[in-house]
């Protein structure tokens, strides 16, 4: 079993920075693809970025240049770096985990979730 649990979420003006957090408990991280997703008010859970166990990442268009997904091993911690924040980018964060090292940007594709992390920027 996998618990994951994000921090790091609030509110900030646009174009500025927040950085989540994911850290992770049960297991370590090195074996998995984790990802994170977001769901704003009356829309579907959407792919943001993700990394597999050797670094490689991936994102979403939407946030391409803006956001980075670094990952401390040591601390068995991803992070979700998120810099030119813009209104639309208000959502509600998670934090996921799939048991295969591939990359999925799938929602249904990952097997752990954390509770999530409310992120609002303001214009």
């Known amino acids: 079993q996998v618990q994951l649990v994000e921090s790091g979420g609030g509110l900030v003006q646009a174009g500025g920075s927040l950085r989540l957090s994911c850290a992770a408990s049960g297991r370590t991280f090195g074996n998995y693809a984790t990802g994170w997703f977001r769901q704003a008010p009356g829309k579907e859970r959407e792919f943001v970025a993700a990394?597999?166990?050797?670094?490689?990442?991936t994102y979403a268009d939407s946030v391409q240049g803006r956001f980075t997904i670094p990952r401390d091993s040591g601390k068995n911690t991803v992070y979700l770096q998120m810099d030119s924040l813009k209104p639309g980018d208000t959502a509600v964060y998670y934090c996921?985990?799939?048991?295969?090292?591939?990359?999925?940007?799938?929602?249904?594709?990952?097997?752990?979730w954390g509770q999530g992390t409310q992120v609002t920027v303001s214009s």
């Open positions: 990394i597999n166990w050797s670094g490689g990442s």
């Open positions: 996921a985990a799939r048991l295969v090292a591939p990359i999925a940007t799938r929602h249904s594709e990952y097997h752990y």
